[in-house]
């Protein structure tokens, strides 16, 4: 895998969950109310201005997936041990 293949994973495994954390999936239009519906839709505008907030920030031996001020991701930029890219989030 290469590395830019590798942080474009970090980050969709970040906003993925996010959008399991956010749980916007369980909302069925069919059956809701009008407040239930306000909820979805701010839901799904807060998911979407998340994963728009995502970069990645260059450092000399790691980059950081930032979102804001909050580190939610670190990845090496060189081969460490037996792994050739560690990727970690949490």
Partial sequence: MEYKEALDNLIVGIGNDYDRWNNVDYLDDEVLDSDNKRMK??????????????????GRKFDKIMHGTSCLGICCQKEWGTQRYSLLYW
């Fill in 41 to 58: 839709e701010i839901k799904t505008k807060s998911a979407i201005k998340f994963k728009e907030g995502l970069k990645v920030k260059p």
